[in-house]
């Protein structure tokens, strides 16, 4: 999707600044965000790419403006009201106005710990050997999808190489749809920066991962 959320490459935003000591949550509020987000991606009716596809398919305008947090309970609310399991007007109101509907697993509060640190792996059995090896030219699709992909828009239609390959991962862009993981191929790319913004760049090179549906053979820049 070409969204508010994919400003690689883009000019005029300003640099980015890092905040000094910055400290996990700048309100309590968004502590019970990130609470919320973890309790119901655990449930099982949605999938992380899902929640990706939430959170970067609101509103530009919505996007720029809210925070990173803001952005996160926007995105949860999409799914919550998409899967049936609350109404608008019980979020606005904080009152649930119906029974509570059944869920696959519920996260107990002990189960939080070792869930985070064992973590979600999305490596898979490869499906078919690998397409591409270390050092082979590669040149990446152009690709305008109207859902979720991981191939970020200044990547697109460029030439670059073959850098390291990490095996058979999810696929997100058939994930996000709920299609299945279909496993693919991921590679890391190296793109001369020259390649992707012309020749007024200071940057040197740039690494993207890339799955392999969004790649074919092409001469290196």
Known sequence: MNGAQDLGGMQ???????????????????RRVLALT????????WNIDMSRAARESLPPAQYLTSSYYQIWFAGLRKLLINAGLATPDEIDSGI?????????RVLAADQVNPMLFRGSPVSRPAPQPARFGVGDPVRTLTLNPQ??????????GKRGRIVAVHGAHVF????ALGRGEDPQWLYTV???AVELWGKDTTAASVCADCWEPYLET???A
């Open 172 to 175: 997100p862009d058939s994930n």
């Open 96 to 104: 649930s106005h119906h029974a509570a509907a059944p869920l696959p």
């Open 218 to 220: 092409g001469g290196a």
């Open 38 to 45: 973890i309790a119901m991606g655990a449930t099982g009716k």
């Open 12 to 30: 005029s935003f300003g640099p980015v600044v890092p905040e000094s000591d910055e400290p996990y949550f700048h309100a309590d509020w968004e």
């Open 147 to 156: 859902t979720h992909t991981r191939l970020p828009r200044y990547c697109r």
């Open 190 to 192: 190296r793109f001369d």
